[in-house]
């Protein structure tokens, strides 16, 4: 076993270990986050918009998956992440110690994940600081200019991702030290990027056509194959993104993985059963059945999301089923029962 | 409620990762173990313990959702009035693809199967493969409404001249 034991430089003056184990695990995680935006977010969003966009759809989360990279290495990991000296790092922002990564060696450890390089702790902090950015994409996706949503997401990741990735996550940061939870980025990741997309839908306004039924096809999906792809994709990148959140290959990770793999398959029960309850009950407009299909798997597709991202909470998953008021006994039931299993 | 509401968040980034998170992040100070998450939730703990934790959730939530909200509405209204966010009405009603990349997925000009580049081909080779490539491409999706003016203002679709009449009553070999 080729461990080395080496002094972590925190000021807990933690005994970290670099296991080849949990080391394997994490770069497994990694590029399960990664392959999450890169073939998986841009699939999921490009085939719910209008075929004339797919390629620009794609190309925005493309680029700001590069973009951010650079952007990681060069500020944001150390505003986000800077190992605490004790001195300089702030409540809400860390400090410039990690600028260009300096100091970070082949054997250095950060004392939120002890038993990986720091290389590999920063890797994976990466993925999620792309996917954040990479999720507002869909709120404003078909009608915002290029290189301002370039800008705008560069400024995002340094004013917004940063300052409350470091706030909720190191032990610095006034929101973990007031004792919030976060495990794998509930509030980091998702509810940073759906208020972000919110705004930037209120700014940027409307789609042409939207809300118009004569107009439905300027808004209309274009090819949900590739939505029900992504989204496959997406639940196989959640297993990385939650049991990779434990930074170790142990139990809590195995536990995370299991809650994220149920969580999933109630979600999307939940939202069928859903489905099935409302559709058959409210009338349908007379649209050509084209609409019915689209719009049925799209919004099934998105439902079945929602509870991945409570699983992503660190746990039990299934309350979702209860929150979309759902309905059947044996659900909540079974909700429970699993939620017992933490 | 999107379209009650009138705001078009296209992808439902809002609904599907900002309600989720905050219900995520709520249930959190109810399910949360000590052994498990360092912090006991109101299932594993003292009613007032556990109510405490969910407090600090919420107070977790709520200002992360304040930063994000008034920080993102800055940066945006400060690019949109200095070199603007969106595109023209016609870029966005042809789509963005050829306006800034220049390229498009090719599907988009074809009226008809036997208007795709190479369809000649597929057409002569009756193929399995040919066949599924010609019923992919004949896909109803592909065919947009001949009445709005997004069809109006596309370029003509490519001529083949070798191409032979389309049959749609071909012999399918499979």
């Not at chain 1, 939207?210 to 496959?232: Q, R, W, Y």
């Not at chain 2, 977790?60 to 070199?83: E, F, H, M, N, R």
């Amino acid at each position: 076993m080729a461990t080395h034991k080496i002094k972590n430089q925190t000021v807990l003056e933690v005994e970290s270990e670099i296991i080849p184990g949990d080391t394997a695990w994490m770069m497994m995680s990694t590029v399960l986050v990664l392959f999450m935006t890169l073939p998986g977010l841009i699939l999921y969003y490009s085939g719910m918009i209008r075929i004339q966009n797919v390629l620009a759809t794609a190309m925005q989360i493309f680029s700001i998956t590069c973009l951010i990279s650079a952007l990681w290495m060069f500020f944001g990991y150390s505003l986000a992440f800077a190992p605490a000296h004790g001195h300089s790092s702030s409540f809400i922002y860390g400090d410039t110690s990690r600028f260009w990564l300096l100091g970070m060696h082949p054997t250095s450890t950060h004392q939120l994940a002890p038993n990986i390089p720091e290389s590999l702790f920063c890797s994976f902090q990466m993925t999620f600081a792309i996917i954040a950015p990479s999720l507002i994409v869909g709120s404003f996706a078909d009608r915002m200019k290029f290189i301002p949503m370039l800008i705008f997401m560069a400024l995002w990741h340094l004013l917004v991702y940063c300052p409350i990735a470091h706030s909720i996550w190191h032990p610095d940061g006034f929101l973990f030290k007031a004792g919030a939870l976060d495990f794998a980025g509930g509030t980091v990741v998702h509810i940073s990027s759906g208020m972000s997309g919110l705004i930037s839908t209120l700014v940027i306004g409307n789609r042409q056509g939207f809300g118009d039924e004569e107009k439905k096809h300027l808004t209309a999906p274009h090819n949900i194959l590739f939505t029900v792809m992504g989204s496959c994709m997406l639940w196989v990148g959640w297993f990385g993104f939650n049991a990779g959140s434990s930074m170790s290959a142990g139990v809590l990770a195995t536990n995370a993985f299991l809650n994220t793999f149920l969580s999933s398959s109630f979600g999307a029960i939940a939202w069928l059963l859903t489905e099935w309850y409302f559709r058959s009950k409210i009338p349908l407009p007379h649209l050509p059945s084209f609409f019915h299909t689209t719009q049925g798997s799209q919004a099934s597709l998105e439902w079945s999301m929602v509870p991945w991202l409570d699983s992503s909470r660190s746990h039990q998953p299934v309350d979702m089923s209860i929150r979309r008021h759902l309905i059947s006994s044996e659900l909540s039931v079974g909700s429970f029962a699993i939620s017992a299993l933490n | 409620l999107k379209y009650r509401l009138r705001i078009d968040d296209a992808l439902d980034a809002f609904g599907v990762h900002a309600v989720g998170g905050i219900v995520g992040g709520i249930l959190t100070g109810f399910f949360s173990n000590e052994h498990i998450n360092g912090a006991d939730g109101v299932f594993y703990a003292p009613l007032d313990v556990g109510l405490t934790q969910v407090g600090k959730q919420i107070y977790g939530i709520v200002v992360v959702t304040l930063w994000a909200c008034i920080v993102s509405l800055i940066i945006l209204l400060g690019l949109k009035y200095s070199i603007g966010l969106r595109v023209k009405p016609e870029v966005e009603m042809n789509g963005l693809d050829k306006k800034f990349f220049r390229e498009e997925i090719a599907a988009v000009h074809f009226h008809h199967p036997s208007e795709a580049p190479g369809s000649h081909l597929l057409q002569t080779s009756q193929s399995l493969l040919g066949e599924i490539a010609m019923n992919i491409l004949h896909f109803p999706h592909f065919q947009l409404p001949s009445h709005t003016p997004l069809t109006q203002s596309l370029p003509e679709p490519h001529s083949v001249p070798t191409s032979p009449p389309p049959s749609d009553n071909g012999a399918h070999p499979i």
